[in-house]
């Protein structure tokens, strides 16, 4: 929303490591904890994106702003318990875990696309994300949006027409 991605890109870099240690781990047998991930994941990462842009920030700067008598952040924060609440206990309850998550078949890409397919292409959607994410950050200003064309170059180029 701002234009920097400094934050964003580093992320991308520190994930793609852990993505080839992790692959390594895998590859000799030791222990790692793998989850398998499902379209549900990235419903949760999709609402978790909105939550925290529509609340101004995560859950640490959340409850420090609202430290600081921040009054819209105690709404806020009032918001993430009870939506937090209300998510624990109608996982089970009112059927969400079915709703979202139980039929859709679980995705694990070493299955899908083998041991090297998996972590080439893992790495190539990382090294996607770092590139859009420098696309943006050189393209898009602060306060103004994307950088505008050069209406010197556009005037000159109707009056030679």
């Not at 400094?6 to 793609?16: E, F, L, R, W």
């Not at 991930?37 to 909105?50: Q, R």
Request: glycine content about 14%; some cysteine; proline content about 2%.
């Amino acid at each position: 929303m701002s234009g920097r991605a400094v934050m964003s890109k580093a992320i991308a870099v520190g994930m793609m490591i852990s993505v080839v240690v992790t692959f390594f781990y895998i590859q000799t047998g030791s222990a790692a904890l793998i989850k398998v991930a499902a379209p549900s994941t990235i419903i949760g990462g999709l609402l978790f994106g909105f939550g925290i842009v529509l609340a101004g920030g995560c859950e640490t700067g959340m409850m420090y702003r609202a430290m600081e008598g921040q009054l819209l952040f105690w709404v806020v924060g009032i918001g993430n318990v009870v939506g937090a609440t209300v998510l624990a206990y109608g996982w089970d309850h009112f059927g969400i875990f079915d709703a979202l998550v139980k039929s859709w078949t679980p995705v694990n890409l070493i299955n899908v696309w083998g041991s090297t397919g998996a972590l080439l292409g893992t790495i190539a959607m990382l090294l996607v994300w770092f590139l859009l994410s420098n696309w943006w950050e050189n393209r898009y200003r602060y306060g103004s949006g994307f950088k505008k064309p050069d209406t010197n170059q556009l005037s000159h180029r109707t009056k030679e027409a």
